[in-house]
């Protein structure tokens, strides 16, 4: 089973930029689509961004596009989040995960989560 490592969350000032990384273990990363997710305190689970396999096919949340991109490397098994503009209301856990089946934009499509990285903005 593919276990996710994110790293690269923090606290900066509102109009701030962080890029989060998340490192899959195993050989198949590739064959995978994935995307990133975030929770507020409170809040239910929000779709952040999706990356297809190779890279070629990306998606984005409302609340974030146009200053958040998705990236991956395959060759390095990672899948990062570039956080550009950032606001206070950006302020959550940042989970990375595996698409197992289903709508980009749903959490229940994806099978397999990271432990999660905390950013923080602050106004």
């Known amino acids: 089973q593919v276990q996710l490592v994110e790293s690269g969350g923090g606290l900066v000032q509102a109009g701030g930029s962080l890029r989060l990384s998340c490192a899959a273990s195993?050989?198949?990363?590739?064959?995978?689509?994935m995307g990133w997710f975030r929770q507020a305190p409170g809040k239910e689970r929000e779709f952040v961004a999706g990356i297809g396999r190779s890279g070629g096919i990306t998606y984005a949340g409302d609340s974030v596009k146009g200053r958040f991109t998705i990236s991956r490397n395959n060759a390095k098994n990672t899948v990062y989040l570039q956080m550009n503009s950032l606001k206070p209301e950006d302020t959550a856990v940042y989970y990375c995960?595996?698409?197992?089946?289903?709508?980009?934009?749903?959490?229940?499509?994806?099978?397999?989560w990271g432990q999660g990285t905390q950013v923080t903005v602050s106004s």
């Open positions: 995960g595996i698409y197992y089946s289903g709508s980009w934009y749903d959490e229940r499509s994806v099978g397999s």
């Open positions: 195993g050989r198949t990363f590739s064959s995978y689509d």
